[in-house]
């Protein structure tokens, strides 16, 4: 993998490239960024850029020797640490010392999740970083960065990901996994620009099922075709699934669109996602503000506590129906 692999971050693509031709890489390099955000992705591609014998401006080559190893999992020279847990212990970064005194052209660590390091891990590593024996160099990724060692923020060179525009990940998600443009304009507004957030959604291919499934939940709804015992059975089966986050993502996201069509706002997918449900003339704009609003609650519990998700999105759906049916009568 080489920069030019990764998607958007001109900046940081800019700035790694500049400092990696020049010579001038730190010991330590942190990347920040919220989960998604593609920290492990660009954290890999440093390094075997770092490792590459022949890198250039996208990175590493892919070709050489240390490209090969690299890519196949088996560089002796590049070590991977995450937390064994909740939390990085002392002994993983001890049992790196040895492996790293050794004598080496260059060699790489990458700890993820670098801000769960126990006091004395970060102790540990502090000590590695005051007096680095050459060619060493760690990436560390941290979603709280706050959470680090002043004494270790102060080592290392920083780099900051950005959430990516809505129309660059749409075009992303189109081209490298072979979904329709409205599929990944949804998963790329429900994902927040977070490009590692929406991989997941379309890697395993059921991206186009799920927003189908909401918009027959939000069309009978609307419709008033489910009875209440059917809509119970929505509430239990929806319950059980590991992906009931994403789920009312969606079904929120086409409330959304009717709003924002209702309200005559210009955004091709909200409008295209509120074109879907018909009957909705006498549905006014409150109404489904409100619905949006409920959605948003329900989810933000579900996430938060520890809640019975069964008996809330009942609630949830049985509130719902009767809100639209208030609203067309």
């Not at 525009?165 to 329709?180: C, K």
């Not at 938060?304 to 129906?321: A, D, G, H, P, S």
Request: hydrophobic residues 40%; charged residues 25%.
């Amino acid at each position: 993998m080489n920069f030019e692999c990764l998607a958007g971050q001109p900046e940081t693509r800019a700035r790694l490239t500049r400092t990696l031709m020049n010579g001038k890489l730190s010991h330590a390099v942190l990347l920040t960024g919220p989960a998604g955000s593609g920290k492990r992705s660009w954290g890999r591609a440093l390094a075997q850029a770092i490792l590459c014998r022949n890198r250039g401006e996208k990175g590493a080559c892919l070709n050489c020797e240390d490209c090969r190893l690299f890519n196949s999992g088996n560089h002796p020279d590049y070590s991977h640490i995450q937390p064994a847990g909740r939390a990085i212990k002392i002994d993983q970064i001890r049992s790196l010392r040895e492996r790293f005194y050794l004598r080496s052209r260059v060699k790489v660590c990458l700890i993820e999740q670098a801000e769960t390091m126990t006091g004395e891990a970060s102790s540990s590593l502090l000590k590695i970083l005051e007096d680095p024996p050459p060619g060493l160099h760690f990436i560390l990724l941290a979603e709280k960065p706050r959470l680090l060692y002043d004494t270790i923020l102060s080592r290392c060179q920083r780099y900051t990901l950005q959430p990516l525009g809505f129309q660059d990940l749409t075009d992303i998600l189109v081209s490298r996994y072979n979904i329709s443009h409205e599929t990944a304009a949804v998963l790329a507004r429900i994902s927040k620009g977070l490009p590692g957030y929406a991989a997941a959604l379309a890697e395993n291919g059921a991206a186009s099922e799920r927003i189908e499934e909401a918009r027959t939940l939000a069309i009978n709804l609307v419709s008033g075709k489910d009875s209440a015992r059917q809509l119970l059975a929505w509430a239990s089966s929806l319950a059980e699934r590991v992906d009931l986050l994403t789920f009312l993502e969606l079904f929120c996201l086409i409330f959304r669109g009717c709003l924002q069509e209702k309200l005559g706002r210009n955004d091709d997918l909200f409008s295209e996602q509120g074109r879907i449900i018909a009957g909705t003339d006498d549905v006014t704009p409150q109404c489904l503000e409100d619905i949006v609003i409920l959605v948003n609650d329900v989810a933000n519990q579900i996430k938060t506590t520890n809640v019975n998700r069964r008996l809330l999105l009942e609630k949830m759906l049985i509130l719902t129906q009767r809100r639209l049916q208030r609203c067309q009568k």
